[in-house]
Each structure stands twice: as structure tokens, then as C-alpha cells.
């Protein structure tokens, strides 16, 4: 979704006000920091496992709990003025944006106000991302762009009754703007990839709305009942798009007809009722003076920093630092931006005094890693640098038996010197995949590995869900090339090591 992004710097985020109340709301899936009243946020919170159970029921997936890692934390800011200064750049309206990583994915969102008759946008938007964040976890995203937008839309126009339970497939009206003053999109740029760049440049709102218009009527209409399917099973087949669309759909002109029939027709929605009893209790806590004081300056951490802003933000984590030094949190915040600010040995200090005040504290046993692998990579011995790298990792394995972080980093210590993994360690990245599908990187590293191996088949099953990834971009493009590659009969070490490179650069070869 535009108005989503990831991986962007970020700006400065005010001071927390004095008067501030930060709390946590823990549940199955999702951990919320919000400044914000408790009855507003435990209700946001059951929401949002209410969707995730929605969901479940919809696709006829029953997800095993993530997780506590590896659950989607989400970060409450004041207004969307707010976002835009932790985004750094981008539209100038903005409602939230999310950055999928094993262990640490982050959304930001202004306050979502519940309980009224709509649902409020900031909550479309978390809801259209978090669809594609659990689609890519069930191994559902198989389909081109406007099938997967299409589809997140669909879902994401979400209502949540006031005498409880929740309503999906209703009307997106927060496209209805775009859905009836713009014609600009038409069925054959969204199912064309020729002509869907150009769809994208010249109505990114109307390319989403009509994705929205064409998935709901495709998944309603009983005249094209079947032909969903029909088209996705051609494209597994290696179909062409277009003319998957062709032989699915049929008259593509007539099918613009209908949608623009279908749209002047009432838009209801229908209730949902999960297949699961419930998803667990929310957890409510009040932060400590020393955590409230510390959250804008972790949320500026996590959303990612430049170097210039690193530098900035260290220093006003220390002064915290300072003036809490009991604080584990504060000190995990503190290793965190030591280590953005490429100050390594600190960062070790501070992560030793906060597992030592708590140890327990998950974020510092994962800064003491990233700065220690970061030191191996200069040091003279560098076996040993990387087997007391792997130390914090391991000690963090056995606080979380399912955080992929250890499985992640091991596989790299090979890689950093030149050696091969061992079978183990390779059998462990394709575990962190599994606890972590949602971070593309994982399967991006994974399957160069398999390239320069010439193990074109696991290769190609990485690529594969590489190329469809809504967020994906250039890297779902470099993705598609070597997957067509691969499927054109490519085979030997010579053609493993210049896909790896295709890969790599998507340029880098004709």
C-alpha cells in the first residue's frame, strides 16, 4: 500500500509529553506500545487478533503462535505529523508504514480511536499490511501485484460492530474517492504487466481501488465463479499473465463493464465468525518512568536511522542513560543506538549492564551480537572472533527457543569467512524462514546460497515467493528474472554463479 512504506530513514520524534502514560498491550500476535487510556488500547488490541482470527477462518489457515519476538509490534504516535517525522521522507499524508524483519517487525500508526461506525483510517492501513504480513506467514502470496493488493484491500475494509464480532467484504470507502472519479486503471493494466507500470506512475489510488473493485467482484459474482482459481492455476503453471487473464477471464473490455455495474450496485458486508474460541487474554502494562522516558528514542531506532541521525540520537540515549542507570530497558535502548552509531564497544558495555540488571532483556542479548559480529569482521583471528560472536545468540536461543535471530546469524558466520555451512547450518536458515517468512532478506540470502551450490530447484522455491511480495520491488524483480531463467533450462556451476550474480545486480547480465 503508498501509503504504507518500508525501510525509509527517519526524522526526529517529539519529546514524550510529561504527562505521558505509556503501556504495553501483549497479546498472541501482536505487542502495542501506545501512549494512550487502557480501554482504548485493550480494545485495539482484541481487534486486531480478532482480524488476525478472521483471517485464519477465511483462508482455512491455522498459524502456530509466533513467537514472542517474532509477534508484530506496533508503535502509537500522536498524529500522522508524528509518522511522517519517523518515516524522514515520503507523501506528504501519511497513515503508517511497517518494516518486516525476523525478530524485530515494527508498525507505526497514529492513535486509533475505537468503537465508532466506521473503522478509522490509520486502522485500514495496519489492517491492508498486516494481510500481506500474514499471507506471506501462511505461504499464501502466489499471485501478481493486483491480486495481493487486491486482496489486502479487501480484507483491510474491516468493520468491528459495536455489539462485537467483526464484518469483512464491505465497501472500501476510503477508495471511493478514486473508484468514481477515476477511470484511469482499467482491468488490462491491472492483469497486463506491461501496461502495469504505467497504471502504477500515472493512479497509484486507482491502481488499489480498482484491484480492490476487480478481487471483490471476482470472489462475489457467481457469472465468474471458478475463474479466480482458474487464473492462478494457470499462472503456477508458468502462464503468461496476460494471457492467463485471456483464457480466465475471457473478454477483458466486457469484464471492465461489469466491474463498473458491479460498483453501482450496495456493497454488504458479511460477519465472520473465527474458527477459533479466542486467541488468549491482552496483557496490560504501564511502562516505568525510565521506559516512557526512553520510547520515542527507541521508536526512532527502530523505525532506522542515518548515520547523521544516529549520531544525534545517541547522544540523547545516553543523557537517559544517565539519569536512569538501573534501568535494563534503557540500557538495551542505549546498546541499540550505540551500535547504529557504529560505536561497537559500547554497545557491549551497555548490553552487559542491562543483562545484568535483567537477564532476561531479549534486545540487549541482540545488540551484544550485532556489535560483536560487526568486530569480527575486522579482527585478525577471525574464527574466534565469530564463535564469541555467536555467544549472545546462543544465549538467546535459550531465552526463546523459537527466535530465528541465532539460526540466522550462524548460517552467517560461515559466510562472513568464506566457508561453506554445514548442512546444519543451512537446515537452520530454512527454519528461520519458517519462523520469519515475512522477512524476504532471509530467502533472498538463502536462495544466492543455493544458486552458487547449482541447487536450482531450492533456489527457484525461495525466488518464487520472493517475486510476488507486494513490498518486494526491485528485489521481486531480480527475483522474477532468475526464476525465468531457471525455468528456460539453466544448469551447471558457470550458470549457479551468474544467476547468483543476476540476482545480486539485476543488471548485471543482458
Same mark, same amino acid.
Given at each position: 500500500?503508498?501509503?504504507?512504506?518500508?525501510?525509509?530513514?527517519?526524522?526526529?520524534?517529539?519529546?514524550? =509529553?510529561?504527562?505521558?502514560?505509556?503501556?504495553?498491550?501483549?497479546? +498472541?500476535?501482536?505487542?502495542?506500545?501506545?501512549?494512550?487510556?487502557?480501554?482504548?488500547?485493550?480494545?485495539?488490541?482484541?481487534?486486531?487478533?480478532?482480524?488476525?482470527?478472521?483471517?485464519?477462518?477465511?483462508?482455512?489457515?491455522? %498459524?502456530?503462535?509466533?513467537?514472542?519476538?517474532? !509477534?508484530?509490534?506496533?508503535?502509537?504516535?500522536?498524529?500522522?505529523?508524528?509518522?511522517?517525522?519517523?518515516?524522514?521522507?515520503?507523501?506528504?499524508?501519511?497513515?503508517?508504514?511497517?518494516?518486516?524483519?525476523?525478530?524485530?517487525?515494527?508498525?507505526?500508526?497514529?492513535?486509533?480511536?475505537?468503537?465508532?461506525?466506521?473503522?478509522?483510517?490509520?486502522?485500514?492501513?495496519?489492517?491492508?499490511?498486516?494481510?500481506?504480513?500474514?499471507?506471506?506467514?501462511?505461504?499464501?502470496?502466489?499471485?501478481?501485484?493486483?491480486?495481493?493488493?487486491?486482496?489486502?484491500?479487501?480484507?483491510?475494509?474491516?468493520?468491528?460492530?459495536?455489539?462485537?464480532?467483526?464484518?469483512?467484504?464491505?465497501?472500501? !470507502?476510503?477508495?471511493?474517492?478514486?473508484?468514481?472519479?477515476?477511470?484511469?486503471?482499467?482491468?488490462?493494466?491491472? %492483469?497486463?504487466?506491461?501496461?502495469?507500470?504505467?497504471?502504477?506512475?500515472?493512479?497509484?489510488?486507482?491502481?488499489?481501488?480498482? &484491484?480492490?473493485?476487480?478481487?471483490?467482484?471476482?470472489?462475489?459474482?457467481?457469472?465468474?465463479?471458478?475463474?479466480?482459481?482458474?487464473?492462478?492455476?494457470?499462472? &503456477?503453471?508458468?502462464?503468461?499473465?496476460?494471457?492467463?487473464?485471456?483464457?480466465?477471464?475471457?473478454?477483458?473490455?466486457?469484464?471492465?463493464?461489469?466491474?463498473?455495474?458491479?460498483?453501482?450496485?450496495?456493497? !454488504?458486508?458479511?460477519?465472520?465468525?473465527?474458527?477459533?474460541?479466542?486467541?488468549?487474554?491482552?496483557?496490560?502494562?504501564?511502562?516505568?518512568?525510565?521506559?516512557?522516558?526512553?520510547?520515542?528514542?527507541?521508536?526512532?531506532?527502530? &523505525?532506522?536511522?542515518? =548515520?547523521?541521525?544516529?549520531?544525534?540520537?545517541?547522544?540523547?540515549?545516553?543523557?537517559?542513560?544517565? %539519569?536512569?542507570?538501573?534501568?535494563?530497558?534503557?540500557? &538495551?535502548?542505549?546498546?541499540?543506538?550505540?551500535?547504529? +552509531?557504529?560505536?561497537?564497544?559500547?554497545?557491549?558495555?551497555?548490553?552487559?549492564?542491562?543483562?545484568?540488571?535483567?537477564?532476561?532483556?531479549?534486545?540487549?542479548?541482540?545488540?551484544?551480537?550485532?556489535?560483536?559480529?560487526?568486530?569480527?569482521?575486522?579482527?585478525?583471528?577471525?574464527? +574466534?572472533?565469530?564463535?564469541?560472536?555467536?555467544?549472545?545468540?546462543?544465549?538467546?536461543?535459550?531465552?526463546?527457543?523459537?527466535?530465528?535471530? =541465532?539460526?540466522?546469524?550462524?548460517?552467517?558466520?560461515? %559466510?562472513?569467512?568464506?566457508?561453506?555451512?554445514?548442512?546444519?547450518?543451512?537446515?537452520?536458515?530454512?527454519?528461520?524462514?519458517?519462523?520469519?517468512?515475512?522477512?524476504?532478506?532471509?530467502?533472498?540470502?538463502?536462495?544466492?546460497?543455493?544458486?552458487?551450490?547449482?541447487?536450482?530447484?531450492?533456489?527457484?522455491?525461495?525466488?518464487?515467493?520472493?517475486?510476488?511480495? =507486494?513490498?518486494?520491488?526491485?528485489?521481486?524483480?531480480?527475483?522474477?528474472?532468475?526464476?525465468?531463467?531457471?525455468?528456460?533450462?539453466?544448469?551447471?556451476?558457470?550458470?549457479? !554463479?551468474?544467476?547468483?550474480?543476476?540476482?545480486?545486480?539485476?543488471?548485471?547480465?543482458?
Amino acid at each position: 500500500m503508498r501509503t504504507l512504506l518500508t525501510m525509509l530513514p527517519v526524522c526526529l520524534l517529539s519529546a514524550v =509529553p510529561a504527562a505521558a502514560e505509556w503501556r504495553e498491550a501483549s497479546s +498472541a500476535n501482536f505487542v502495542i506500545y501506545a501512549d494512550d487510556d487502557e480501554q482504548n488500547l485493550s480494545r485495539f488490541s482484541g481487534q486486531l487478533e480478532l482480524y488476525h482470527a478472521a483471517l485464519e477462518a477465511l483462508t482455512g489457515t491455522d %498459524l502456530p503462535a509466533p513467537g514472542p519476538s517474532n !509477534r508484530l509490534t506496533i508503535f502509537v504516535v500522536k498524529n500522522e505529523r508524528e509518522v511522517r517525522r519517523l518515516m524522514g521522507e515520503g507523501p506528504r499524508r501519511i497513515s503508517g508504514f511497517y518494516r518486516p524483519r525476523a525478530g524485530a517487525s515494527i508498525a507505526v500508526v497514529p492513535r486509533v480511536k475505537t468503537g465508532g461506525e466506521h473503522t478509522a483510517f490509520p486502522m485500514v492501513v495496519l489492517l491492508h499490511e498486516y494481510t500481506h504480513h500474514f499471507l506471506n506467514s501462511a505461504g499464501k502470496l502466489l499471485g501478481p501485484r493486483w491480486y495481493n493488493e487486491g486482496g489486502a484491500e479487501y480484507f483491510a475494509s474491516a468493520q468491528f460492530p459495536a455489539a462485537g464480532g467483526i464484518l469483512l467484504g464491505g465497501p472500501a !470507502r476510503h477508495r471511493m474517492r478514486a473508484l468514481r472519479h477515476g477511470r484511469d486503471v482499467t482491468v488490462s493494466d491491472l %492483469l497486463d504487466p506491461a501496461a502495469f507500470e504505467q497504471g502504477m506512475e500515472k493512479a497509484a489510488d486507482a491502481f488499489y481501488a480498482r &484491484s480492490w473493485l476487480l478481487y471483490h467482484y471476482l470472489t462475489s459474482a457467481t457469472m465468474r465463479q471458478g475463474q479466480m482459481q482458474a487464473y492462478l492455476a494457470l499462472l &503456477s503453471k508458468g502462464t503468461g499473465r496476460a494471457e492467463a487473464a485471456r483464457q480466465a477471464f475471457g473478454d477483458l473490455d466486457q469484464l471492465d463493464r461489469e466491474l463498473d455495474l458491479y460498483l453501482a450496485e450496495p456493497i !454488504r458486508p458479511f460477519a465472520v465468525t473465527p474458527g477459533k474460541p479466542g486467541t488468549g487474554p491482552v496483557t496490560m502494562r504501564r511502562l516505568d518512568k525510565a521506559e516512557a522516558a526512553v520510547m520515542p528514542l527507541t521508536m526512532r531506532s527502530r &523505525s532506522g536511522v542515518t =548515520p547523521d541521525q544516529a549520531a544525534q540520537l545517541v547522544v540523547e540515549v545516553r543523557e537517559l542513560a544517565a %539519569l536512569y542507570p538501573q534501568s535494563a530497558p534503557v540500557l &538495551s535502548a542505549l546498546a541499540e543506538a550505540e551500535v547504529d +552509531a557504529g560505536n561497537m564497544q559500547r554497545a557491549i558495555s551497555a548490553a552487559d549492564r542491562a543483562i545484568e540488571l535483567d537477564p532476561r532483556q531479549i534486545n540487549a542479548y541482540v545488540q551484544k551480537g550485532y556489535a560483536m559480529f560487526l568486530q569480527a569482521a575486522r579482527a585478525k583471528d577471525r574464527d +574466534a572472533a565469530y564463535a564469541a560472536a555467536m555467544a549472545p545468540f546462543m544465549a538467546l536461543s535459550r531465552l526463546e527457543k523459537d527466535h530465528p535471530l =541465532p539460526l540466522i546469524y550462524n548460517f552467517h558466520s560461515y %559466510l562472513e569467512r568464506g566457508l561453506a555451512p554445514p548442512a546444519e547450518a543451512v537446515q537452520g536458515m530454512e527454519r528461520a524462514i519458517r519462523l520469519a517468512p515475512f522477512d524476504q532478506s532471509l530467502r533472498f540470502d538463502l536462495a544466492e546460497y543455493y544458486l552458487r551450490q547449482s541447487d536450482f530447484p531450492d533456489a527457484r522455491r525461495h525466488l518464487a515467493a520472493i517475486a510476488f511480495d =507486494p513490498h518486494g520491488d526491485f528485489i521481486s524483480e531480480a527475483a522474477r528474472q532468475v526464476v525465468s531463467r531457471i525455468d528456460a533450462g539453466a544448469t551447471g556451476k558457470d550458470a549457479g !554463479r551468474q544467476l547468483a550474480a543476476l540476482l545480486m545486480s539485476p543488471q548485471a547480465m543482458p
